[in-house]
């Protein structure tokens, strides 16, 4: 496989990256290396590696900033394929904007700010990518990616151009499409915003900041919220009723700031991380009633307790 990936890399000279360390790509510093990586400079090339890997059936991720992602101790046997700067483009077009889907948040609602958009501002502090985002249907302060998406490009299983509109997405809270049909790529996000008072916007997103620091244990590696919002309650408020802020398990903590963060408190393992949520699930299902459930994607193969 090699071979066949370092011919896709000559013809478009770019790198064939070995061995590379996840925790260094990903928000959680955590995880092993991946055997192969490549910075996919366009569609071109991700089409060409996404060929091959189908072609092969060899295991293949594409990755943005890394922001809700926990990689293994043992790494990721495969292909990493990473979408950044060179996907970053926007166009705009009769009210609807495209983001690609390797552009920062940060960098979408920044754009959104300056332009007097509305409908972005609870999105802004979110760390992650456009396509990441809407991979996951990502919100904040009752703003989220299904309120603003009217359509999305993304790439098939056999590296074709696909669009599909916003009513089949499947958006729900912290769902999407794109979670039951991994092989697809997403390459663009359309929005469409309201126009607005660009100082009320601005103010919006510094309040919002605001909170996030203050709230947020931003100063430690997490994947940002470790469960997902159960059926009932909130699962950062369980765990603390449990009395678990503070608990830790080899490097990895229960943030005593936001007990919704498993922080990466002091050089954690994949398997800190794991135990830890393991107890903190068992912990509040005995004493509460609820089961709650991972939110980052796990990246990499282990072994179920």
């Known amino acids: 496989m090699r071979e066949k990936l370092l011919a896709i890399c000559q013809k478009y000279d770019i790198p064939l990256l070995e061995q590379v360390p996840l925790k260094e790509h990903t928000t959680f ?33 594409v990755m943005g900033k890394g922001s809700n992602i926990l990689a293994t101790d043992k790494g990721y046997q495969g292909l990493v394929i990473h979408m950044g700067n060179d996907f970053s483009a926007i166009h705009e077009n009769d009210g609807i904007i495209t983001f690609q889907a390797g552009i920062s948040l940060a960098k979408a609602s920044k754009y959104a700010e300056e332009h007097s958009l509305s409908g972005m ?24 990616m299904s309120q603003i998406v009217t359509s999305c490009q993304y790439m098939d299983e056999m590296g074709n151009l696909q669009t599909i509109s916003a009513d ?96 990466n408190w002091n050089h954690a393992t994949f398997a800190d991380v794991m135990e830890l949520c393991a107890n903190v699930q068992k912990i509040v299902e005995e004493k509460k009633g609820i089961s709650l459930e991972l939110e980052p994607i796990i990246l990499g193969t282990y072994q179920k307790e």
């Open 168 to 263: 089949k997405l499947e958006l729900s809270y912290r769902h999407s499409y794109f979670m039951e049909h991994p092989e697809n790529i997403i390459i663009s996000v359309s929005v469409r915003l309201n126009a607005g008072e660009r100082e009320e916007i601005s103010a919006k997103m510094r309040d919002f900041l605001t909170r996030r620091n203050e709230k947020q244990p931003l100063n430690y590696p997490s994947a940002g919220s470790t469960f997902k919002r159960p059926k009932e309650g909130y699962a950062s408020r369980l765990i603390d009723e449990c009395g678990l802020k503070g608990y830790t398990v080899g490097g990895a903590q229960v943030s005593e700031k936001h007990a919704g963060f498993v922080i």
């Open 29 to 61: 510093r955590i995880g092993g290396n991946a055997e192969y990586w490549i910075e996919a400079k366009n569609t071109e090339i991700l089409s060409e590696l996404v060929r091959l890997c189908r072609g092969e059936n060899y295991p293949c991720f």
């Open 121 to 144: 501002e609870g999105l802004s502090g979110i760390p992650g990518t456009m396509g990441g985002a809407l991979y996951m249907n990502a919100g904040a302060y009752n703003y989220e």
